[in-house]
């Protein structure tokens, strides 16, 4: 039961373009949504979050938007940029487990093009 | 500041044989993660320890999969018997509390089991 889909295993965006990356979820209790960006060999990074009492947080070049009702998320990139290129994870969590457990998405490839 | 530390980054063993894994999270981090991460697929989180303490662990297979975190600093993973199934990369992470924290993931153990 995936409680966190990313439908698009990936995207390949020209740089210098918008890069959409989008995320759905299931489960009603989440109320704390994040985004990671991870690189080869590497672990996955912080990128941006947001709480369910907002519908949109901006972070520099970085977007994302909460769409409660249809329980979906997004994260925009303007201007994509080559150094951008990694799988995108999308991740939640609810408030009132006490353990922060995160469900994470399958992830989604993001190819920035020069 | 240091990040999150874990060793061995690579690790080949038979099926059968036993495993274990090391993290040392970020300094003053009470809040540790292990997540298994198979091909393809966003982390799973096996265990959360607050200090100490296990906070979840339904997700850890318990008749195999072993972890502690002794002092309620460093951490040790340990996997007996392997199984075929258990090739994934473990990721370990850390955060300074548990609601809505940003966690931060070291590099990973990249385990192949044959």
């Known amino acids: 039961d995936q409680q966190v889909k990313q439908n698009s295993p990936s995207l390949s965006v020209q740089e210098g373009r918008i890069s959409i990356l989008n995320c759905d979820y299931t489960?009603?209790?989440?109320?704390?949504f994040l985004w990671y960006k991870k690189y080869p060999a590497e672990g996955p990074t912080f990128l941006i979050s947001?709480?369910?009492?907002?519908d949109k947080n901006e972070d520099g070049r970085f977007t994302v938007f909460l769409n409660k009702s249809a329980k979906h998320l997004s994260l925009h990139i303007v201007p994509s940029q080559p150094g951008d290129s990694a799988v995108y994870f999308c991740?939640?969590?609810?408030?009132?487990?006490?353990?922060?457990?995160?469900?994470f998405g399958g992830g989604t490839r993001l190819m920035v093009k020069p | 500041e240091a990040g999150v530390a874990q060793s061995p980054r690579y690790k080949i063993i038979e099926k059968r044989q036993s495993v274990a894994f090391w993290c040392n999270p970020i300094?003053?981090?009470?809040?540790l993660y292990w997540y298994q991460q198979i091909l393809g697929q966003g982390p799973k989180l096996l265990i959360q320890?607050?200090?100490?303490?296990?906070?979840?662990d339904s997700q850890l297979p318990k008749d195999r999969f072993s972890a502690e975190r002794l002092k309620g600093v460093d951490s040790t993973l340990k996997i007996q018997p392997a199984k075929l199934e258990d090739s994934a990369v473990y990721l370990c992470?850390?955060?300074?509390?548990?609601?809505?924290?940003?966690?931060?993931f070291g590099p990973g153990t990249r385990l192949l089991v044959l």
């Open positions: 489960n009603s209790m989440f109320d704390y």
């Open positions: 947001i709480s369910s009492i907002k």
């Open positions: 320890f607050q200090n100490n303490g296990v906070v979840d």
């Open positions: 992470a850390s955060s300074l509390g548990t609601i809505q924290e940003t966690q931060y």
């Open positions: 300094s003053g981090h009470a809040t």
């Open positions: 991740a939640a969590s609810a408030v009132n487990n006490a353990g922060n457990m995160l469900t």
